[in-house]
């Protein structure tokens, strides 16, 4: 059972195009965190919300997590072909669960120079 | 470089062997923890510890895997009798207790079972 949806799946795009991309879940997460993966390569933390409603900014990417903190957005402006890459969002545990952290099957994101 | 380093980065084994993954966490993190990725999916969860304790493991966990941290510092991974429905990404990650959900990755070891 996937606890996290990410949508879409595949995302190719062109050079300075803008893209969001989502992250759903039924369930109730203390924090999400999203990371981006590199063929061959383990997933990179690139930031960590875990207030309903916060937004976070990193240079072009801004990421916003749902009032109930049940979802999550990542929207990224003017896409480059560095950007290129797996994007995952991970949900944290709660309680007993809480050393782990819940896996979407993420986002493939390609930029076309 | 002070980040999470696993070893060996590739490795390929015949169906009945028995293989041996290291994890070296960031030195001054006390949790590590084991996932495993196949292709096409995000990682899955498999254990973790906090120091030398193990405090976790998922039901994906079969009695073929064990996971050590004897010292509190590396971990090792083993699979025994290796089936080729093993053939996977295994991710090592670290963090500190009190921020325990921002967990840092190393590269993986990727394991080929033929």
């Known amino acids: 059972t996937q606890l996290l949806e990410q949508s879409p799946q595949f995302l190719s795009i062109q050079e300075g195009e803008n893209l969001t991309v989502y992250c759903n879940s039924s369930?109730?997460?203390?924090?999400l965190q999203w990371y981006r993966q590199e063929p061959g390569e383990g997933p990179v933390l690139l930031v960590t919300?875990?207030?309903?409603?916060e937004v976070k900014k990193l240079k072009r990417l801004t990421f916003q997590f749902g009032d109930a903190r049940k979802d999550s957005s990542l929207h990224i402006t003017a896409a480059q072909p560095g950007d290129t890459g797996l994007y995952l969002c991970?949900?944290?545990?709660?309680?007993?669960?809480?050393?782990?952290?819940?896996f979407g099957r993420g986002t493939q994101l390609t930029v076309w120079p | 470089d002070t980040g999470v380093s696993q070893n060996p980065r590739h490795k390929i084994t015949k169906r009945g062997q028995n293989v041996t993954f290291r994890c070296d966490p960031i030195s001054e993190h006390n949790r590590l923890y084991w996932y495993r990725q196949t292709l096409g999916q995000g990682p899955e969860f498999l254990t973790y510890f906090q120091n030398e304790a193990q405090l976790e493991k998922s039901r994906l966990l079969s009695d073929r895997f064990s996971a050590e941290r004897p010292k509190g510092s590396f971990s090792t991974l083993e699979i025994q009798r290796t089936e080729q429905g093993d053939s996977a990404m295994y991710l090592c990650a670290s963090s500190y207790t009190g921020e325990a959900y921002e967990q840092y990755f190393g590269p993986g070891t990727r394991l080929t079972v033929t």
């Open positions: 369930s109730v997460f203390s924090s």
């Open positions: 919300v875990v207030t309903g409603g």
């Open positions: 991970a949900g944290a545990g709660r309680g007993s669960t809480l050393g782990r952290l819940y």
